[in-house]
Nanobody, 126 residues
């Protein structure tokens, strides 16, 4: 059983940066695809980025336009570096994981990931 815990959220001014972390417990986490999603009030959960088992492949949503970077240390931690933050980035950010295959980082649907953290709030003020 994999457990995920996010941290690093907070309040930041527009143009600022935050680094979110996702810490995992459980066996063979290095063979899980890890993704970040976000959900703003009144909106559907939205794919942000995903990273493959070895960290060599990534997948980003188009809205990021190079502002966000996903990475992992292949131990227990996955990160989301967010730069040039905008008020529309305000949301609860969730870490998700799935063990189904090394190619799984291509999947963007929230219902395609079985393991979830509790979320961390990111608020960007204008």
């Amino acid at each position: 059983q994999v457990q995920l815990v996010e941290s690093g959220g907070g309040l930041v001014q527009a143009g600022g940066s935050l680094r979110l972390s996702c810490a995992a417990s459980g066996p063979t986490f290095s063979r899980f695809t890890v993704a970040w999603f976000r959900q703003a009030p009144g909106k559907e959960r939205e794919f942000v980025a995903a990273i493959s088992w070895g960290g060599g492949s990534t997948n980003y949503n188009n809205f990021e336009k190079g502002r966000f970077t996903i990475s992992r240390d292949n131990a227990r931690n996955t990160y989301l570096q967010m730069n040039s933050l905008k008020p529309e980035d305000t949301a609860v950010y969730y870490c998700a994981a799935e063990p189904r295959g090394s190619w799984y980082f291509n999947y963007r649907g929230w219902n395609e990931y079985d393991y979830w953290g509790q979320g961390t709030q990111v608020t960007v003020s204008s």
